[in-house]
Protein backbone atom coordinates (compact mmCIF):
# COMPACT_ATOMS: atom_id res chain seq x y z
CA UNK A 1 0.00 0.00 0.00
CA UNK A 2 1.33 3.65 -1.04
CA UNK A 3 0.40 6.75 -1.34
CA UNK A 4 -0.71 9.18 -2.75
CA UNK A 5 -4.19 7.68 -1.40
CA UNK A 6 -7.57 9.08 -2.86
CA UNK A 7 -10.48 7.73 -1.48
CA UNK A 8 -13.72 9.10 -3.06
CA UNK A 9 -14.18 9.19 -6.41
CA UNK A 10 -17.15 7.71 -8.97
CA UNK A 11 -17.56 5.90 -11.92
CA UNK A 12 -20.41 5.41 -14.64
CA UNK A 13 -21.66 2.87 -12.07
CA UNK A 14 -22.89 6.05 -10.38
CA UNK A 15 -23.06 9.56 -11.68
CA UNK A 16 -19.48 9.56 -12.36
CA UNK A 17 -18.32 10.11 -16.55
CA UNK A 18 -15.49 7.58 -16.78
CA UNK A 19 -16.32 3.45 -16.41
CA UNK A 20 -14.15 1.76 -13.80
CA UNK A 21 -11.58 0.89 -16.27
CA UNK A 22 -11.33 4.61 -17.68
CA UNK A 23 -11.52 5.36 -13.77
CA UNK A 24 -8.17 3.84 -12.83
CA UNK A 25 -6.25 4.33 -16.04
CA UNK A 26 -6.87 7.91 -15.23
CA UNK A 27 -5.79 7.02 -11.60
CA UNK A 28 -2.41 5.67 -12.80
CA UNK A 29 -1.63 8.82 -14.90
CA UNK A 30 -2.42 11.40 -12.21
CA UNK A 31 -0.19 9.12 -10.29
CA UNK A 32 -1.92 7.82 -7.49
CA UNK A 33 -0.65 4.63 -5.49
CA UNK A 34 -4.22 4.35 -3.49
CA UNK A 35 -7.76 4.75 -4.71
CA UNK A 36 -11.08 3.97 -3.46
CA UNK A 37 -13.73 3.39 -5.26
CA UNK A 38 -16.93 4.48 -4.07
CA UNK A 39 -20.08 4.68 -6.15
CA UNK A 40 -23.36 6.29 -4.94
CA UNK A 41 -25.12 3.18 -3.05
CA UNK A 42 -23.90 0.46 -5.59
CA UNK A 43 -20.51 -1.73 -5.54
CA UNK A 44 -21.32 -3.32 -9.17
CA UNK A 45 -17.63 -1.42 -10.27
CA UNK A 46 -15.75 -3.38 -7.71
CA UNK A 47 -14.39 -6.29 -10.38
CA UNK A 48 -13.81 -4.29 -13.37
CA UNK A 49 -11.92 -1.36 -11.13
CA UNK A 50 -9.96 -4.58 -9.75
CA UNK A 51 -8.97 -5.74 -12.86
CA UNK A 52 -7.51 -2.11 -14.24
CA UNK A 53 -6.28 -1.26 -11.09
CA UNK A 54 -3.89 -4.37 -10.86
CA UNK A 55 -2.96 -3.28 -14.49
CA UNK A 56 -1.79 0.21 -13.04
CA UNK A 57 0.06 -1.18 -10.06
CA UNK A 58 -2.36 0.86 -7.80
CA UNK A 59 -4.09 -0.43 -4.75
CA UNK A 60 -8.28 -0.55 -4.72
CA UNK A 61 -10.16 0.10 -1.46
CA UNK A 62 -13.18 -1.04 -2.83
CA UNK A 63 -16.34 1.14 -1.40
CA UNK A 64 -19.62 3.12 -1.88
CA UNK A 65 -21.05 6.21 -0.66
CA UNK A 66 -23.99 5.15 0.85
CA UNK A 67 -27.10 7.90 1.13
CA UNK A 68 -28.60 8.84 4.04
CA UNK A 69 -30.66 11.62 5.57
CA UNK A 70 -30.94 13.16 8.62
CA UNK A 71 -34.31 15.27 8.73
CA UNK A 72 -33.98 17.27 5.55
CA UNK A 73 -30.49 16.46 4.98
CA UNK A 74 -28.60 14.44 2.14
CA UNK A 75 -25.44 13.18 3.93
CA UNK A 76 -23.34 11.05 2.59
CA UNK A 77 -21.25 7.79 4.26
CA UNK A 78 -18.59 6.55 2.53
CA UNK A 79 -18.49 2.87 3.41
CA UNK A 80 -14.88 1.49 2.78
CA UNK A 81 -14.46 -2.54 2.21
CA UNK A 82 -17.64 -3.87 3.26
CA UNK A 83 -18.59 -7.39 2.65
CA UNK A 84 -20.66 -6.82 -1.07
CA UNK A 85 -23.22 -9.62 -0.47
CA UNK A 86 -24.01 -8.71 3.18
CA UNK A 87 -27.99 -9.28 2.88
CA UNK A 88 -29.03 -6.32 5.05
CA UNK A 89 -26.50 -3.69 2.91
CA UNK A 90 -27.81 -5.06 -0.11
CA UNK A 91 -31.26 -4.72 0.40
CA UNK A 92 -31.25 -1.32 1.84
CA UNK A 93 -28.84 0.10 -1.64
CA UNK A 94 -31.41 -2.15 -3.87
CA UNK A 95 -34.08 0.14 -2.00
CA UNK A 96 -32.64 3.23 -1.89
CA UNK A 97 -32.04 2.74 -5.77
CA UNK A 98 -35.20 1.99 -6.63
CA UNK A 99 -36.32 5.20 -5.21
CA UNK A 100 -33.73 6.86 -7.17
CA UNK A 101 -35.07 5.37 -10.17
CA UNK A 102 -39.28 6.40 -8.91
CA UNK A 103 -37.26 10.16 -8.05
CA UNK A 104 -35.93 10.56 -11.34
CA UNK A 105 -38.91 9.75 -13.12
CA UNK A 106 -41.13 11.87 -11.23
CA UNK A 107 -38.52 14.85 -11.87
CA UNK A 108 -38.10 14.21 -15.25
CA UNK A 109 -41.54 13.94 -15.88
CA UNK A 110 -42.47 17.75 -13.98
CA UNK A 111 -39.33 19.13 -16.31
CA UNK A 112 -40.93 17.42 -19.40
CA UNK A 113 -44.29 19.48 -18.39
CA UNK A 114 -41.48 22.50 -19.53
CA UNK A 115 -39.01 21.47 -21.46
CA UNK A 116 -38.71 18.41 -24.15
CA UNK A 117 -37.41 15.88 -21.84
CA UNK A 118 -38.23 13.01 -21.62
CA UNK A 119 -37.23 9.46 -19.89
CA UNK A 120 -35.53 8.17 -22.97
CA UNK A 121 -33.59 11.24 -22.67
CA UNK A 122 -32.28 9.94 -19.04
CA UNK A 123 -31.52 6.68 -20.02
CA UNK A 124 -29.67 7.54 -22.93
CA UNK A 125 -27.14 9.19 -20.39
CA UNK A 126 -26.96 6.25 -17.82
CA UNK A 127 -25.08 2.90 -17.60
CA UNK A 128 -26.79 -0.18 -17.65
CA UNK A 129 -28.03 -0.73 -13.80
CA UNK A 130 -26.33 2.42 -12.78
CA UNK A 131 -27.21 4.03 -9.62
CA UNK A 132 -30.03 6.98 -11.27
CA UNK A 133 -29.48 10.66 -9.64
CA UNK A 134 -29.99 14.48 -10.78
CA UNK A 135 -26.33 14.22 -12.38
CA UNK A 136 -28.04 12.00 -15.37
CA UNK A 137 -30.73 14.11 -15.81
CA UNK A 138 -28.60 17.11 -16.20
CA UNK A 139 -26.48 15.05 -18.84
CA UNK A 140 -29.46 15.03 -20.90
CA UNK A 141 -30.35 18.81 -20.20
CA UNK A 142 -26.66 19.24 -21.55
CA UNK A 143 -27.47 16.98 -24.63
CA UNK A 144 -30.91 18.86 -25.34
CA UNK A 145 -28.72 22.51 -25.17
CA UNK A 146 -31.31 23.34 -22.77
CA UNK A 147 -27.96 23.65 -20.41
CA UNK A 148 -24.18 24.17 -20.79
CA UNK A 149 -23.17 21.29 -17.75
CA UNK A 150 -24.12 19.80 -15.00
CA UNK A 151 -23.45 22.77 -12.91
CA UNK A 152 -26.08 24.85 -14.46
CA UNK A 153 -28.34 22.02 -14.43
CA UNK A 154 -27.76 21.86 -10.70
CA UNK A 155 -28.20 25.76 -10.17
CA UNK A 156 -31.04 26.20 -11.76
CA UNK A 157 -33.64 23.37 -13.11
CA UNK A 158 -32.64 20.46 -10.97
CA UNK A 159 -31.98 22.88 -7.38
CA UNK A 160 -34.33 21.93 -4.55
CA UNK A 161 -35.72 25.30 -4.60
CA UNK A 162 -37.71 24.51 -7.79
CA UNK A 163 -41.07 22.65 -7.99
CA UNK A 164 -39.06 19.52 -10.28
CA UNK A 165 -37.32 18.58 -7.59
CA UNK A 166 -38.12 15.64 -5.21
CA UNK A 167 -35.68 13.52 -2.41
CA UNK A 168 -35.44 10.07 -2.71
CA UNK A 169 -35.65 6.93 -0.33
CA UNK A 170 -32.43 7.19 1.94
CA UNK A 171 -31.86 6.02 5.80
CA UNK A 172 -31.18 7.98 8.57
CA UNK A 173 -27.37 7.92 9.24
CA UNK A 174 -26.97 6.13 12.48
CA UNK A 175 -29.09 3.21 11.12
CA UNK A 176 -26.59 3.52 8.31
CA UNK A 177 -23.36 3.47 10.07
CA UNK A 178 -24.26 0.51 12.28
CA UNK A 179 -25.23 -0.92 8.53
CA UNK A 180 -21.88 -0.72 7.32
CA UNK A 181 -20.02 -1.69 10.14
CA UNK A 182 -22.38 -5.22 10.49
CA UNK A 183 -21.37 -5.29 6.95
CA UNK A 184 -17.54 -5.49 8.02
CA UNK A 185 -16.95 -2.48 6.67
CA UNK A 186 -15.43 1.31 7.77
CA UNK A 187 -17.52 4.60 7.82
CA UNK A 188 -16.63 8.18 7.47
CA UNK A 189 -18.89 10.75 6.63
CA UNK A 190 -18.48 12.49 3.58
CA UNK A 191 -18.32 16.06 3.03
CA UNK A 192 -19.66 16.95 6.35
CA UNK A 193 -19.67 20.42 6.40
CA UNK A 194 -20.86 21.91 3.16
CA UNK A 195 -21.44 25.46 2.84
CA UNK A 196 -24.56 26.94 4.78
CA UNK A 197 -23.80 25.91 8.51
CA UNK A 198 -27.05 24.30 9.21
CA UNK A 199 -26.46 21.85 6.34
CA UNK A 200 -23.81 20.29 8.89
CA UNK A 201 -25.10 17.91 11.23
CA UNK A 202 -25.99 18.66 14.94
CA UNK A 203 -23.11 18.16 17.15
CA UNK A 204 -23.99 15.78 20.03
CA UNK A 205 -25.81 13.83 16.88
CA UNK A 206 -22.09 13.51 15.70
CA UNK A 207 -21.56 11.42 19.32
CA UNK A 208 -24.09 9.04 18.11
CA UNK A 209 -22.30 8.56 15.28
CA UNK A 210 -19.25 8.21 16.85
CA UNK A 211 -20.56 5.73 19.76
CA UNK A 212 -22.20 3.11 17.02
CA UNK A 213 -18.92 3.16 15.37
CA UNK A 214 -18.21 6.15 12.62
CA UNK A 215 -14.48 6.18 11.92
CA UNK A 216 -13.70 9.49 10.50
CA UNK A 217 -14.84 12.57 9.20
CA UNK A 218 -13.94 13.48 5.48
CA UNK A 219 -11.98 16.88 6.15
CA UNK A 220 -10.08 17.91 3.27
CA UNK A 221 -13.34 17.86 0.44
CA UNK A 222 -13.65 20.79 -1.86
CA UNK A 223 -17.37 21.51 -0.36
CA UNK A 224 -16.38 21.34 2.87
CA UNK A 225 -16.16 25.55 4.10
CA UNK A 226 -12.46 26.65 5.69
CA UNK A 227 -14.49 27.72 8.57
CA UNK A 228 -16.75 24.23 9.05
CA UNK A 229 -13.47 22.68 8.88
CA UNK A 230 -12.06 23.98 11.88
CA UNK A 231 -15.11 22.80 13.27
CA UNK A 232 -15.28 19.41 12.48
CA UNK A 233 -11.44 19.44 13.00
CA UNK A 234 -12.05 20.08 17.01
CA UNK A 235 -15.35 17.43 16.69
CA UNK A 236 -12.81 14.50 15.13
CA UNK A 237 -10.28 15.06 17.93
CA UNK A 238 -12.62 15.51 20.58
CA UNK A 239 -14.70 12.05 19.68
CA UNK A 240 -11.40 10.16 18.32
CA UNK A 241 -12.50 10.46 14.97
CA UNK A 242 -9.88 10.15 11.96
CA UNK A 243 -9.63 13.05 9.26
CA UNK A 244 -9.36 12.03 5.59
CA UNK A 245 -9.16 13.81 2.75
CA UNK A 246 -10.03 13.02 -0.97
CA UNK A 247 -11.17 14.64 -4.71
CA UNK A 248 -14.87 13.24 -5.22
CA UNK A 249 -13.92 13.10 -8.52
CA UNK A 250 -16.46 12.46 -11.18
CA UNK A 251 -14.57 12.83 -14.37
CA UNK A 252 -15.91 15.22 -16.15
CA UNK A 253 -18.94 15.72 -14.42
CA UNK A 254 -17.42 17.83 -11.89
CA UNK A 255 -14.69 19.97 -11.48
CA UNK A 256 -12.92 17.92 -8.87
CA UNK A 257 -9.36 16.93 -9.60
CA UNK A 258 -7.98 13.16 -8.79
CA UNK A 259 -5.29 13.51 -5.85
CA UNK A 260 -6.17 17.51 -5.17
CA UNK A 261 -6.81 16.27 -1.29
CA UNK A 262 -5.49 12.66 -0.54
CA UNK A 263 -5.35 10.75 2.92
CA UNK A 264 -2.75 10.19 4.85
CA UNK A 265 -1.31 6.17 4.09
CA UNK A 266 -1.31 5.27 7.70
CA UNK A 267 -5.00 6.50 8.07
CA UNK A 268 -5.35 3.99 4.65
CA UNK A 269 -3.69 1.23 6.85
CA UNK A 270 -5.94 1.95 9.97
CA UNK A 271 -8.81 1.37 7.45
CA UNK A 272 -7.69 -2.30 6.22
CA UNK A 273 -6.72 -2.98 9.60
CA UNK A 274 -9.87 -2.58 10.92
CA UNK A 275 -12.15 -3.72 7.80
CA UNK A 276 -13.64 -7.67 8.15
CA UNK A 277 -16.24 -7.08 5.27
CA UNK A 278 -13.27 -7.53 2.30
CA UNK A 279 -9.57 -7.08 0.88
CA UNK A 280 -7.75 -4.51 -0.54
CA UNK A 281 -6.89 -5.35 -3.95
CA UNK A 282 -3.16 -5.04 -3.81
CA UNK A 283 -1.31 -4.74 -6.96
CA UNK A 284 1.50 -6.55 -7.57
P1 LIG B 1 -28.81 13.22 -6.27
O1 LIG B 1 -28.09 12.21 -5.40
O2 LIG B 1 -29.53 12.55 -7.37
O3 LIG B 1 -29.67 14.16 -5.47
O4 LIG B 1 -27.69 14.11 -6.96
C1 LIG B 1 -26.63 14.60 -6.17
C2 LIG B 1 -25.31 14.30 -6.88
O5 LIG B 1 -25.13 15.27 -7.86
C3 LIG B 1 -24.10 14.36 -5.97
O6 LIG B 1 -23.62 13.06 -5.74
C4 LIG B 1 -23.08 15.15 -6.71
O7 LIG B 1 -22.05 14.31 -7.18
C5 LIG B 1 -23.79 15.69 -7.92
N1 LIG B 1 -23.77 17.17 -7.93
C6 LIG B 1 -24.29 18.00 -6.99
N2 LIG B 1 -24.10 19.29 -7.35
C7 LIG B 1 -23.44 19.27 -8.53
C8 LIG B 1 -22.94 20.27 -9.41
N3 LIG B 1 -23.10 21.59 -9.15
N4 LIG B 1 -22.30 19.88 -10.53
C9 LIG B 1 -22.14 18.58 -10.82
N5 LIG B 1 -22.59 17.58 -10.02
C10 LIG B 1 -23.23 17.91 -8.90
FE1 LIG C 1 -22.10 12.12 -7.07
FE1 LIG D 1 -21.26 12.87 -1.79
ZN1 LIG E 1 -19.16 11.42 -3.86
Known amino acids: MHGPADLHTHSSVSDGTETPTQLMRAAGAAGLGTIALTDHDSTAGWAEAAVESRRQ ?10 STRYE ?29 LRRAEGIVARIGDDYPLSWSDVLAQTREGATVGRPHIADALVAL ?6 GEAFDGILHPRTGYYAP ?9 VKLVRAAGGVPV ?21 ADAGLFGLEIEHRENTEEGKAVVRRIA ?3 GLVATGSSDYHGTGKPNRLGENTTDIDVVRRIVGEA ?9
Open 276 to 284: TGSAPVLSD
Open 168 to 176: HYAPDPLTA
Open 237 to 239: SEL
Open 189 to 209: IAHPVPAGRDRMLPEPYFREL
Open 145 to 150: GIVADR
Open 57 to 66: GITLLPGMEL
Open 72 to 100: WRSVHLLAYLIDPLNGDLLQETAKIRESR
